[in-house]
Structure formats: structure tokens, C-alpha cells
């Protein structure tokens, strides 16, 4: 049994169609990952070297390098910063951790609009980020107001006139 030439380009003519929509699937899907991937990491975006606070320009800085190494490309990247009483996110998740801890943090304010594209498939959404970093944080007496910065109380500075002669200098 032969096949006729227009019999043989039915198959051919399936299996490149199929082609092209695994093809238009596998884009997609990409496409979309790269952005979250984008949103998810700098969401992780932390201290700066030496455990202080970033500045604005640090953060766009690294948004801009986690952007990079996704393929995507920002366009009108913003970066405001502001501070805010509380612990952040974590005191809302462990209320008795915000009647114990009090503090400041400080929320990066990050927006920008992202681009990707793969196979022809192009895909811009929105990057709106809000990044809580704890700035300073105390243990609150528990009759109201701050008892010590929470580096003291937690391990237990001595003050000098607390020291007895044998182990003073």
C-alpha cells in the first residue's frame, strides 16, 4: 500500500499543528513564570551589607538585577519608602508577639510594569510590591510603653555600677 501525497500531509499537517500549540503553551507559561518569578524574589529582597536598611536606590538597584537575570525588562520603575509602627506582617499573623514586641518598619514601595516575551508571545503586567523591613524593635512593659530595646533585653547588658570589685578592672 503506497500513500498519496495529499494522504501523507494530513499527518504532517496534525503533528505541526500540535507543534505549534505546545509550542504557544510552553511560552505562555514561561512568559507568566518569569514575571512571578520577578514578584516572589523581591518580595526577598533584604538588609543591606552590614545588617542596615537599604536605600531606595539599593532596592531599585537589585529589582532591577533580579529583573535582569528573568529576561525581563521594567519600565517605569518606582521606589518610595515610608516608615510604619508595628512589626510589620508578622505582628498581624502573632498578635501576642505585637503585645510583646513593638517597633518600627520600614515598607519599600516598589511599582513597575514588566515585559517578557519567548517565541513571539509577549506578556506585560504590573510589579506592585510592598517590602516590610523591620527598622527597630522593643520589648513594650507590659504596663504600657517601652521597657528596653530588645538588644538589651535580650541579652542582658550589665550596667557598670551593677559590677562587684573582684571582677572590675
Known sequence: MQ????R????????????????????????????????????????????RLPTNAEVEDEVRAIARAHEVTLSSLEVSSHDEAGLGPIGALVPQLGR??????RVYAIRASGSTSMLGLSRTEAIEVDLPLRAEAHVLDPRGGAAAPADDALHGRVDPSELDTRYGP
Open 8 to 51: 501523507a500531509l494530513v499527518p504532517v499537517a496534525i503533528l505541526a499543528g500540535l507543534g505549534a500549540l505546545g509550542a504557544w503553551v510552553d511560552a505562555r507559561v514561561t512568559t507568566s513564570a518569569r514575571l512571578r518569578d520577578v514578584r516572589v524574589e523581591v518580595r526577598a529582597i533584604g538588609y543591606a551589607r552590614g545588617g
Open 100 to 105: 510583646t514586641i513593638g517597633g518600627t518598619s
Open 3 to 6: 500513500l498519496e501525497p495529499k
